[in-house]
């Protein structure tokens, strides 16, 4: 079982940046693919970025692709998402997920999620 804690959302100009952090428990960190996620009101949830186990591959929404980064610290069970450019169409609540296997943009292959953070990008 893992627990995920999101933090770091809130209310930005368009432009701004803010740096999102998702806090895993268990020891088993270095064993999930981890993704972020986003929800707009009224909106399906949508895949934003995922980064492999090791870290060495990340993958990329095209809507974000040169202005968010996903990185991750296994040591400290944590995997950040910098979100710089930031637009209005990026206001959403944004979830960490994880998952036992491969990469995917999938929500629905996703086995444990975080309570999400509301990130607002005002114009």
């Known amino acids: 079982q893992v627990q995920l804690v999101e933090s770091g959302g809130g209310l930005v100009q368009a432009g701004g940046s803010l740096r999102l952090s998702c806090v895993a428990s268990?020891?088993?960190?270095?064993?999930?693919?981890m993704g972020w996620f986003r929800r707009a009101p009224g909106q399906e949830r949508e895949f934003v970025v995922a980064?492999?186990?090791?870290?060495?591959?990340?993958y990329y929404a095209d809507s974000v692709k040169g202005r968010f980064t996903i990185s991750r610290d296994n040591a400290k069970n944590t995997v950040h998402l910098q979100m710089n450019s930031l637009k209005a169409e990026d206001t959403a609540v944004y979830y960490c997920a994880a998952r036992v296997g491969v990469y995917s943009r999938d929500e629905h292959i996703y086995n444990y999620w975080g309570q999400g953070t509301q990130v607002t990008v005002s114009s």
């Open positions: 268990g020891r088993t960190f270095s064993s999930y693919t």
């Open positions: 980064v492999s186990r090791s870290g060495s591959m990340t």
